[in-house]
């Protein structure tokens, strides 16, 4: 299947299964409430998740304290994609499925994209197709790990990221696609075409069999095998992570939404004193093709679009990415390790340039001919409305930070064993590791593709 057909079977999905989004107040969101007391967020039913405040204290940070919306979804959802092989090329069963905070429509998404409260059905909708292959692995297990989702945003989020192998036919619904790996893959860089669900569970993926690269994918490809010689060993990331785990200074406690400092509550929205960061709004959204009919939540709004960027260097013929040591109060455990870039540029410009995160301006200032990737993709539509990053990799002959105590340059195939475990990669990197995999695909996009 082409990229220009994925594109006409998303808009014919679009046509059929209808939704509406629309922004109310929140006092206006059926089914929700204000707790009297603290001012948090809830839904009736207890289930789905709360909008909460946080007051986070950061002695070595560039922002030392400060409080903020967040939100506390406590259980895990499952991301699973099956996959069978056809002749030996492996297929990945795909969804076409619509969130309200999607910028553009369906995008192309896991077979399963569930929270529990979902594929529980709190909600009294109707069963999530193809959920039993996951919750009983009806199959040859090739990727089972949790991982976690955006640490700024989320508190203690986590999903499980399955992908399972099948040997029988299984029926492709409406609405679902077989497509080779390799074109998802190459789907990674049309512009908000893949969903953030179905990248960290791409980057879960081990390595599978696909056309031969040429050039810098080759390069990829060839970095990926393991036993490749890398700048440290495994053992060396593993023990600085945990070190950093062991002594990074962050609090993160509960606070009543209603006790915010620098937010405030009106005009139907919280929203910070400044205008930066995120604002917290309410969507009505009525659907066709979804479990339930319509609903009403809370949703985080973004303002601004973010950057995240790897700086890849070839070391000793392989393959290295610069990975910062990320600290977000939403973690699980502290610290992830994150691309060598990420932020929002416009939250950074009230503050001095020591405070700005390093090789922001280096990342934006790269010359053409060192990009090796760039697209503008969407984040999760089930909780963020109309979030988007602009995703780079960034090839540089040099080491920017020799020696800095956040970075370091870990191996393409040192990600991909990381991947294997729970809450080293955050998503962002995740998303930029399956952007990476693309890359190691001889098909390229033509511009009448894009």
Same mark, same amino acid.
């Given at each position: ?50 909008? *909460? ?45 619509? #969130? ?27 069963? /999530? ?41 299984? #029926? ?19 512009? *908000? ?42 053992? #060396? ?74 700086? /890849? ?53 790269? *010359? ?26 960034? #090839? ?31 998503? *962002? ?22």
């Amino acid at each position: 299947m082409a990229i220009i057909d994925v594109r006409d079977w998303l808009e014919e999905v679009a046509g059929h299964t209808f939704m509406e989004v629309t922004r109310v107040p929140l006092e206006e969101l059926a089914g929700w409430r204000a707790d009297p007391v603290t001012g948090d967020l809830r839904h009736r039913s207890g289930r789905f998740f709360t909008v *909460e405040g946080l007051d986070v204290r950061h002695p070595a940070g560039p922002v030392t304290a400060w409080t903020q919306p967040i939100i506390n979804q406590p259980e895990a959802g499952i991301l699973g994609i099956l996959l069978k092989r056809v002749d030996g090329v492996p297929y990945l069963l795909m969804q076409a499925k619509n #969130e309200p905070g999607n910028p553009d429509g369906p995008q192309l998404s896991p077979t399963v994209q569930a929270t529990r409260s979902n594929y529980t059905r709190v909600h009294e909708g109707r069963p /999530v197709p193809y959920l039993d292959f996951f919750r009983e692995a009806r199959g040859r297990v090739l990727a089972d790990v949790r991982q976690s989702e955006q640490g700024a945003w989320f508190y203690r989020k986590r999903n499980r990221n399955m992908v399972v192998e099948v040997a029988a036919h299984v #029926e492709a619904a409406e609405g679902f696609r077989w497509l080779p790996l390799h074109r998802v893959h190459e789907l990674l860089s049309v512009p *908000e075409l893949v969903n953030m669900d179905a990248r960290t569970v791409l980057a879960c993926l081990p390595p599978q069999p696909g056309p031969a690269a040429e050039g810098f994918g080759a390069l990829v490809a060839r970095s990926r095998l393991p036993g490749r010689p890398a700048v440290h060993t495994t053992g #060396e990331i593993l023990s600085w992570l945990s070190g950093l785990r062991s002594t990074v200074d962050i609090q993160a406690r509960p606070l009543a939404l209603g006790r915010l400092r620098a937010w405030r509550r009106a005009e139907g929205r919280i929203t910070h004193d400044t205008g930066r960061f995120f604002e917290v709004i309410g969507v009505r959204v009525r659907a066709c093709g979804r479990e339930v009919g319509g609903w009403d939540q809370p949703m985080i709004a973004p303002v601004g679009t973010g950057v995240a960027a790897f700086l /890849v260097r070839r070391i000793g013929g392989v393959l290295h990415a610069l990975a910062h040591a990320r600290v977000d109060p939403g973690y699980t455990d502290v610290v992830e390790l994150a691309p060598t870039v990420q932020c929002t540029p416009g939250n950074y410009d009230h503050l001095p340039p020591r405070a700005r995160p390093p090789l922001l301006a280096e990342v934006l200032a790269a *010359e053409p001919g060192s990009v090796r990737f760039d697209t503008v993709l969407a984040e999760e539509g089930g909780r963020f409305y109309h979030a988007r990053n602009r995703y780079l990799v960034v #090839e540089t002959a040099e080491d920017p930070l020799p020696g800095h105590p956040d970075f370091r340059w870990v191996a393409l195939h040192q990600l991909d064993e990381l991947l294997r475990h729970s809450y080293y990669l955050n998503v *962002e990197a995740r998303t930029l590791v399956s952007c990476l995999h693309g890359l190691a695909h001889a098909d390229r996009l033509t511009a009448a593709a894009r």
